[in-house]
């Protein structure tokens, strides 16, 4: 039974859910939160392999060389990224995540918490304009882990290694049996 590293997994998760969550807001409450979540995230999903290696030691010393030998380049290179960012948090006060303003229509964010599905559409959200008048927009921030290959959007990327945790997790309780 893993229940430390199934706690770290659902830590991990918890932290996700808020950094999303904070991401879709366009009037932040606490500008500082998304940056707190990430911070959070990244450090409670870097502790699930410890985790795992300190309740299964000998079990993970025996299948970590071979599970790391078959990890694909992009896989290697997801290791390498959150390890870098994971290590800017916690010792270089903080990574470097380039903030950039995306358009977001009027509509969509009024629309984003409710439940339309269930409504009669005379009580959703409306915007009436003349002919040919574009639609409001706002903006909101979206922060960015950039290298020499190129930028990704770091909700995105939080949620590749969590899946990749995920499944790390799983694989090793199928190849051990080791209850989940």
């Known amino acids: 039974m893993i229940e430390r590293t199934q706690k770290r997994l659902r830590q991990a998760r918890f ?13 932040r409450h606490d500008p500082e939160a998304f940056r707190f979540y990430f911070s959070a995230f990244i450090q409670a999903a870097r502790t699930v392999t410890w985790t795992l290696k300190k309740e299964e030691k000998k079990k993970w010393e025996a299948w970590e060389p071979k599970w790391r ?16 960012l994971r290590i800017a948090e916690v010792h270089q006060g903080g990574a470097n995540l380039p903030e950039e303003f995306e358009e977001v229509a009027i509509d ?25 008048v574009p639609q409001p927009k706002a903006y909101r921030p979206v922060h960015y882990f950039e290298d020499e290959e190129g930028k990704e959007e770091i909700s995105a990327l939080c949620l590749r290694y969590l899946e990749f945790l995920e499944k790390m997790v799983k694989d090793f309780c199928d190849d051990n049996q080791v209850d989940e």
């Open 69 to 84: 030998a078959n990890l694909s380049n992009e896989e290697q290179k997801l290791l390498g990224i959150t390890n870098t």
């Open 108 to 132: 969509e964010l009024l629309t984003a918490n409710l439940d339309l599905r269930r409504q009669h559409p005379a009580y959703g959200i409306h915007v009436a304009a003349p002919p040919g």
């Open 15 to 27: 932290f996700y859910e808020h950094l999303l969550n904070e991401r879709q807001q366009t009037f």
